[in-house]
């Protein structure tokens, strides 16, 4: 079911598998045992403090495997379903150790393990080890929110203003104008997938937030390698139209990737397109366990709902860090927590209406490539099908789509996609920044040429350039 061609692995020097699993994993443990630390030391019922501690040891006894390259251990029988799979695929492999292991299951795996530690508990079964991080980093987006805040009611309030009655065409606005709206949209929610917390290990919350704004974003249009959104506007403007006469219901999917400011610019495509017409529903898909650091769980999508309810309260009472600082976050002007009043209100009622909808779903987390997905989870992929489209958001969702492996970078999406590509239904869009090794869909040199930039690999052998989230790919494959 899988590629016929090997995976990325972590005993490949070239591979940016290699740094991962050395010194990114170690990390991202480390931050986990942090964390469950603050709570033991804030928590006063003893039973909860005892279990604590005995997380913290699996977490240290998790770290040390990896770090000393043990053999991957069966996952323990928390009652999940996905259980079975993760182990029966680990039988398959043989006996792999940590750092000479395929990649996106090696990666999959470890999230899925950390969270026995937690669902196996009595009094951490729903814990998010990452929670502090997500909403820490959320926080400090707060100039892109507040900008993103302003546009987002501008433009919807310029969407639902009437024609002027001299116009003489039946569309009310600029054909032109709503094409580069929906380009602009899109490109928002696609950045907002350059600052996910996994690679935070790297990134200054600076570098954050030079990443975010809009100036950044116009800069960073000629790093979209592959932009096929002119093709999905076609094809979502087109079912708009056929839907006044058949299907009433269009509907857009986003497997979403990580919360905070990302899911933040997912809601803005997502009101967006209800707004505009482009969809009548949107449903939107978490992860079930805490994942790669910063994935959005469903309480993620409360957090920030909360967030926008009370701004003045979200970002006005300083932190523990401003404390100790001695700093006082800036106060928020009138229009601000008016605009992100407004965001609140048009979210929250999409919501209550049931045109944004929100469907976890265990497949996300599973150990494999979605290439296995018609075969496995027919029930999903036939839901899928019913959408107009299916929007797959940043970098583990695009590994998965086209299975983590070595593809030759000129290989067609629709080709790497395998069994998810045209003749299966699925319309599918990738928005993704590079943070990984694998990428399709190139023109023919581009790789090399990257290669050669500063900081690109060079000879080395490895992809360097597409490792840090600065170069992006935006791929639509139609089903039909
Ligand atoms: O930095 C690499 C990595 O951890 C990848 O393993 C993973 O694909 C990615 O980061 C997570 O990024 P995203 O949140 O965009 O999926
Ligand atoms: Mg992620």
Known sequence: LDPKIAPYSTDDPTSFAYPTARERWPIIITQAIDDVY????????????AEGKEILADLSQLKYEVQHDRALTPILDDGYPDVAGYNKELEQLGNITWLKAPWLFT???LFRRMSTHFSLSKHWKSYDVFARQKIKTFRSSRPAVLELAARYKDLVTQLRTPAPPSSSSSSPHDPEADRLLFTEMCEVCLWGNATDLSLLTSLTYDDIQKLQGSKARQAAEQNILVNDLAHVYAHLTQAAKEGNYSKRDRRVDIVLDNAGFELFVDLVLAGYLLSAGLATTVVLHPKSIPWFVSDVLPSDFGALLTALADPRWFYET??????LQGRVPDKLTDKEVDELAFLF???????????LVLRPNRVWTGPGGFWRLPAEEKGLVDDLREGELVVFKGDLNYRKLVGDVAWDPTT???????PLGPGSGLNILALRTCKADVVV???PGVDEKLRQMEGGGGDSGARRWAWNGKWAVVSFSKGT
């Open 412 to 418: 067609p999406f629709t080709e790497a996609i395998g």
């Open 345 to 355: 209100a048009e979210w929250s009622r999409f919501h209550a209406e049931g045109q």
């Open 38 to 49: 603050r709570t033991v030391g804030a928590s006063e019922d003893a039973d909860k403090v």
């Open 107 to 109: 990666e999959c795996y």
């Open 318 to 323: 300083p932190t523990e860090e401003d404390e």
């Open 441 to 443: 869909g190139l023109k």
